[in-house]
């Protein structure tokens, strides 16, 4: 992993099981699905819902601060916690956590490398207790707006064609074959993808056992495969972000591209917009 631009964003299983005790550090689960958690889970790890505790439960949004701070204040987490989150589907919504706290400012947050998926493939203990946790008094910082794309600014992108944009949702998805993935409820009125995205997959930047890919394989990947240019802001976006919270992860953190953005509106925003440009096919 030192490879990578920001390698110390990630740590490893093994890491892993030798802080499983340690003060200065919290384990997150983070899961699409949300029943895993309490089927079993990394010891002295906290369960985050995405649906119930990620999101404003009234507006689409994210949390406010306010609410940001009670979640961490809850979850035993101080200003200078380690918080170390995982989770199923190769971390699909543990970056989408991930890039919340670094949108609120925590200094030390990380993701364990393969996630829920190399944790039980290596047979490492699981246990369904949670544990007992003291509460602090959180302080999250003023939100930082360079890590998230709102739609005016995409639309920006689309008339200036100034910014990459990177689809990060699956081929017929970026086609409009299909709206969302079988089982999601989160949808749109209309299918295909934003004019000018290039469509880069989030599962192509992950190894069968959930890792992230090596960093030459990354760039390949991105840069010469995908002309994902490294000296433009880029904007990444998904279905409702948490997909291109990973591709945002694997772009700023592990290659180091300097400006990158979420769109957490994503396609459940640009889908519903009236009068929104849409593109559909395979793209170039």
């Known amino acids: 992993m030192a490879e990578y631009a920001h390698p110390e964003v990630l740590v490893s299983t093994e890491w892993v099981s030798q802080h499983l005790n340690d003060p200065k550090v919290r384990l ?3 899961d699409v699905d949300t029943s895993q958690y309490d089927q079993g ?4 790890a906290v369960g985050w819902n995405w649906q119930s505790q990620l999101q404003d439960n009234v507006r ?4 406010s601060k306010a609410e940001l701070e009670k979640l961490l204040s809850g979850s035993g987490i101080a200003n200078d916690t380690t918080i170390v989150l995982y ?3 190769n971390n699909w919504f543990a ?3 991930f890039w919340q706290l670094k949108y609120f400012g925590h200094q030390d947050a990380r993701l364990m490398n393969g996630g829920r998926k190399k944790w039980m493939e290596e047979k490492r203990p699981l246990t369904t207790e949670s544990p007992k946790v003291s509460a602090t008094k959180y302080t999250a910082k003023a939100p930082d707006a360079g890590i998230r794309a709102l739609r005016p600014m995409v639309f920006d992108a689309v008339e200036k064609k100034h910014m990459n944009l990177v689809d990060v949702r699956s081929p017929d998805e970026f086609s409009g074959k299909v709206i969302a993935p079988p089982g999601m409820s989160e949808t749109a009125q209309r299918g295909g993808h934003i004019p000018g995205a290039t469509s880069v997959p989030w599962s192509k930047a992950v190894n069968d056992d959930g890792t992230f890919k090596s960093l030459n394989d990354l760039k390949k990947l991105y840069e010469q495969d995908s002309d994902v240019q490294k000296d433009r802001e880029t904007i990444a976006y998904c279905r409702i972000g948490e997909r291109s919270s990973h591709t945002w992860f694997v772009l700023k953190y592990l290659l180091g591209y300097d400006k990158v953005r979420n769109y957490d509106g994503s396609w459940t925003e640009w889908g519903n917009l ?3 440009p849409i593109e559909k096919g395979a793209g170039a």
């Open 28 to 30: 997150v689960e983070v």
């Open 41 to 44: 889970h990394v010891p002295n």
């Open 95 to 97: 970056a989408y956590a």
């Open 60 to 63: 689409r949004d994210l949390l």
């Open 87 to 89: 989770g199923d589907n």
């Open 274 to 276: 009236v009068d929104a």
